[in-house]
């Protein structure tokens, strides 16, 4: 009885000597204990561990419990293989091409954000422009349905579900449509990916069905226009990127003069300009366009630095301003790469339609299966938690600055351009850096799903690469050893981002 | 108003008394817990059977429940132990298979492919229990199945796996399907040269006035099936290199160059696209069957296993014929086959669980259920096999699946010093896919594909020195069969390990 009294006692005393801080935080650990424990098991110790593994030979059919063989530490060996291997800088920059598609996720994701931020419910015009000739589309589909579809069922159901849509759309207002745009990310990826193998089904496919005719006629209009209209469009498409070059390093050179960028930064971003002009030369077929776009572009560059010649309005360091010449030259890669790979395509197309023009083969073409995969995404992105995160911003914005705007009879352009844009800035910001990281680690459940890779290794990303290596070789070191590389990788970006980003977005 | 007060009520009641009631609200939470595990513990225990459980990794089958329940009354005919064998048909990922089995959890028995490497890779890996001494004891040996799959069941000398079922893969023929053209089927042994010939002919009068090309006399032809019958093989005979270009290795370019012609020109096979464009159902071989039921594919190759899904289709006027050869018949053995899990507690049971394999009782429900070949090719002889009284339409294919088997069949060639699901999937992929999708030319993809394996071998050496003695070992073995080729000597056998090369070598009289 003492003994209990006693306990009783000294445990009552260190209550009270307890601060009511100190219980409070005894109670908020006791509650976060179990997720602490979790993130350290499941996250913190196998992160650590993978980062010792990437430094050893640990191999599955050499080190396991069933195996006496010791774990060797093999310095940076994994590192130095994997850069020699050929295979990873081929997936490499397969997961970089497929990147490519991101910058049109984004935009196509703020497109369907500022429709969705629209609404037709309560508007007299909206309902009468579009609630009967939905109720009409619906209910003649209604009507056909129950006279028999045949044939016709897919079309008909489609049209019907349009129809649908409009009506409750207009009764009901934005929120059926935000959430229709978003049903997508309710549903499983490797469903989603079933799908969309369905519909790039290369001759029974509804998306090649639509293309099948129009390409058709298309092939027989290319193969009745004379030579000289391709080689013109060729030259357009040059001239349009050499004028985008021009425009571009004119810009760089400005930022220069006013100290905005260093030396080393302008040479930089000088680099990445000329590359598209350099890959275009190599790619483009006939020998007059690559002396063109090689003296043109280097021509043009020249013409516009020659301003470097004169007075400096302002002095900097010679990095300064990197992250500025970078993404003037990131924003000028794209648009380039864009009209060189057009005119390679119009250049071809005489030799490709002379058989007649066909839809492709998708999936099962090695040209256009990453494409194929990047015109997915792109439709994945528009409904996904970027659209809803763009939703919430445009919803941010005070309607004051619009209301200015339209006081100073700005355009539409004009308001989305110098309100909404740069007030959606920061979520911009936040969409590209997790839209990279996204990307680089991406790709391998569409590769495991719909192509296991192929055809001839044309959709493996690194992340795909990264278990072959793990599970089919049993190489585990060296497959963290990628792991981390790409790791390295998403970082340097990510910090890039954040160093030179973040300044636009406080701009 | 009433909901605005009941949403004023209900958020004053929470900010005032929340914290005091989520205390009570995760307590009882945690007390509702303890309670379920509890519980849980204590039903499963009364609905346990009190008898040793042993698992199965296998696949979704419905034919498994029939294959378990025979096994319970075989293991009860024979005396042996009373125990209870549980499905797991949600492991048999080979990746889940590797993880768990190297972490000490993998199932009890567990089926894996012979062929493509899972079987070299485990047993690489230490997961399997070495079974030699048993089977000899138990009645599951090497002898006790069919003779050309001795390769795949062992590793080193030793015996780890027991066939589930066997697969040596012909052309089924769907015979109607030639007659509605005007044609002939095709023969049971055939070259090259007929096969271009009668496929032309028979694409030209099955698609006549079609838009578009809707029918193909086969659905693909096995490339290494067709490498082989030019004599030639992926890896050498030691199994230390690959050897597929130069004069007399150029096998597998001119196997390249015939699909590539086969599929592009003449249209005998359908191009990647026009499967893709068919692939409208599940199932394994996708909608190929189905595409071979209605006659888009006049023939397939695939094993008797096909008969499972042509039986649900309806009745065909069925035959099968070998592959086309260029001078060497041969076709692909392969199985499905039982592993006893080296960690298991159970091996005993599992054990018994793979001598039952070899039983008349399991044998019989492959020859009845037409799951591919029984694993004892003395089941391949019943009456009921060769006959099955439900299926006239299928008498003229048991025995050819059979006899083939026993004939003409070679495993896959494994070497030691490779990862050989990577040489069987990745590297054979992009080589065959390259030139089927114009990426690169046939020479080119078979450089890079022996070059892929060669520099695979050479970095297997430096990491697994273990391995350096057998493979200098093989690699003077393999001067020597060079030298003595060279001079048109015969070779003593034991110096192949290749089991292409030991059954070709045999065949051409090279052999001493």
């Not at chain 1, 060996?77 to 800088?89: A, G, S, V």
């Amino acid at each position: 009885m003492c003994e209990v009294g006693c306990a009783k006692f000294v445990l009552g005393k260190i209550f009270i000597m307890l601060s009511k801080k100190t219980t409070n935080l005894i109670a908020g650990l006791g509650f976060l204990t179990p997720n602490i424990i979790g993130f350290l098991c499941f996250t913190t110790i196998p992160l650590v561990f993978s980062m010792i593994l990437a430094f050893t030979n640990w191999d599955l059919t050499l080190h396991n419990m069933f195996q006496n063989e010791t774990i060797k530490f093999v310095g940076f060996k994994n590192f130095i293989r994997l850069f020699q291997e050929r295979d990873f800088w081929r997936f490499l920059g397969y997961t970089l091409f497929l990147m490519m598609g991101a910058p049109f996720a984004i935009a196509g994701s703020l497109i369907a954000a500022i429709m969705l931020s629209k609404d037709l419910k309560g508007k007299k015009s909206g309902i009468a422009k579009i609630l009967i000739p939905g109720s009409i589309l619906f209910g003649s589909c209604c009507l056909l349905t129950v006279a028999g579809m045949g044939a016709a069922a897919v079309i008909i159901l489609i049209v019907g579900i349009f129809g649908l849509t409009l009506v409750t759309g207009v009764l009901f207002g934005q929120t059926v449509y935000r959430t229709m745009f978003y049903l997508p990310n309710f549903t499983s990826g490797v469903a989603v990916y079933i799908l969309w193998k369905k519909l790039y089904s290369p001759q029974t496919g509804p998306i090649n069905g639509v293309l099948y005719k129009p390409l058709a006629s298309l092939g027989n209009v290319v193969n009745g226009t004379p030579p000289w209209v391709f080689d013109m469009i060729m030259w357009l498409c040059i001239v349009i990127g050499l004028l985008i070059l021009k425009r571009v390093v004119k810009s760089m050179c400005n930022h220069w003069k006013d100290g905005d960028i260093g030396y080393l930064a302008l040479v930089l971003g000088l680099f990445f300009v000329l590359l598209p002009s350099v890959f275009g030369a190599l790619w483009l077929p006939e020998m007059s366009a690559k002396i063109a776009i090689l003296i043109g572009s280097f021509g043009l560059a020249a013409y516009e630095l020659r301003t470097l010649f004169g007075t400096r309005d302002f002095e900097s360091t010679a990095w300064r301003g990197v992250g500025t010449s970078f993404m003037l030259a990131l924003l000028t890669l794209i648009p380039q790469f864009i009209f060189i790979g057009f005119a390679i395509a119009v250049l071809n197309l005489p030799g490709i339609s002379a058989d007649g023009l066909e839809p492709p083969d998708w999936l099962a073409s090695f040209n256009w299966a990453k494409p194929s995969i990047m015109i997915m995404g792109l439709w994945g992105a528009i409904g996904s938690n970027n659209m809803l995160l763009y939703l919430a911003g445009l919803s941010n914005i005070p309607p004051e600055l619009d209301e200015a705007a339209d006081i100073d009879g700005a355009s539409p352009f004009q308001k989305f351009w110098h309100i909404t844009w740069p007030q959606l800035a920061p979520i911009t910001f936040f969409i590209v850096v997790m839209s990279v990281i996204g990307g680089l680690q991406g790709g391998f459940e569409m590769a495991r799903t719909m192509t296991q890779g192929g055809p001839a290794g044309s959709t493996t990303t690194l992340s795909y690469f990264i278990y072959n290596e793990g599970f089919v070789t049993g190489r585990l070191g060296y497959s963290s050893a990628i792991s981390w590389i790409l790791f390295a990788m998403v970082f340097s970006i990510t910090m890039i981002n954040w160093k030179f980003g973040s300044k636009y977005v406080n701009d | 108003m009433k909901f605005l007060k009941c949403h004023a009520f209900l958020y004053g009641f929470f900010r005032d008394k929340g914290s005091f009631f989520l205390k009570y609200i995760f307590i009882a939470i945690f007390c509702a817990l303890i309670l379920a595990s509890i519980g849980t513990s204590v039903f499963n225990k009364k609905a346990a059977s009190g008898k040793r459980v042993f698992y199965w990794v296998t696949d979704n089958n419905p034919a498994r429940a029939l294959q378990i329940s025979t096994f319970q009354s075989w293991m009860k005919s024979k005396g042996y132990p009373d125990c209870e064998l549980k499905l797991d048909t949600a492991n048999r990922d080979v990746s889940k298979q590797i993880i768990q089995s190297v972490s000490g959890v993998g199932g009890d028995v567990m089926d894996c492919w012979s062929g493509g490497g899972d079987v070299m890779y485990f047993a690489e890996m230490g997961i399997m229990e070495d079974v030699t001494e048993d089977a000899k004891r138990l009645g599951y040996d090497p002898s006790k199945t069919y003779a050309a799959l001795e390769d795949d069941l062992k590793v080193n000398g030793r015996q780890y796996i027991f066939p589930c079922n066997v697969n040596a893969s012909l052309y089924f023929v769907n015979k109607e399907v030639f007659k509605r053209f005007g044609l002939e089927p095709p023969p049971m042994r055939w070259s090259m040269e007929e096969f271009e010939k009668r496929g032309k002919e028979f694409v030209a009068a099955a698609n006549k006035g079609l838009d578009r090309r809707e029918y193909f006399m086969a659905a693909w032809i096995d490339t290494v099936a067709t490498m082989r019958s030019f004599g030639n093989d992926i890896f050498n005979e030691t199994l230390t290199a690959s050897k597929m270009t130069g004069e007399g290795n150029d096998g597998l370019l001119k196997t390249l160059k015939l699909t590539k012609k086969w599929t592009d020109v003449d249209h005998i096979l359908p191009t990647a696209a026009e499967v893709a464009s068919f692939a409208t159902a599940s199932g394994y071989g996708g909608a190929t069957f189905q595409l071979f039921f209605k006659g888009n594919f006049a023939m397939v190759s695939t094993g008797r296993y096909a008969l499972i899904q042509f039986r649900q289709f309806g009745k065909m006027d069925l035959d099968a014929v070998e592959y086309p050869n260029a001078g060497y018949p041969n076709t692909i053995i392969a199985t499905r086959a039982a592993l006893v899990y080296k960690g298991s507690k159970n091996k005993d049971l599992a054990k018994y669980f793979q001598a039952y394999l070899a039983s008349k009782d399991y044998n019989m429900n492959i020859v009845e259920d037409a799951d591919a070949l029984p694993p004892n090719p003395e089941f391949t002889k019943s009456e009921e096999y060769l006959h099955p009284k439900d299926y006239p339409n299928e008498w003229t294919v048991h025995k050819k699946f059979a006899q083939d088997a026993m004939d003409i069949s070679i495993v896959l060639t494994k070497s030691p010093f490779v990862a050989n699901n990577q040489v069987y999937g990745s590297y054979m992929n992009e080589c065959t896919q390259g030139v089927m999708s114009d990426v690169r030319s046939a020479e080119d993809a078979v450089k890079l594909f022996e070059t892929r394996i060669n520099e695979e071998i050479a970095r297997t050496i430096q990491e697994k020195e273990r391995l350096r003695p057998e493979y200098e070992k093989q690699c003077e073995l393999q001067k020597k069969i060079d030298e003595y080729r060279k001079a048109g000597k015969k070779v003593p056998k034991e110096w192949i390990s290749n089991p292409f090369y030991k059954k070709y070598y045999k065949d051409m009289g090279w052999l001493e």
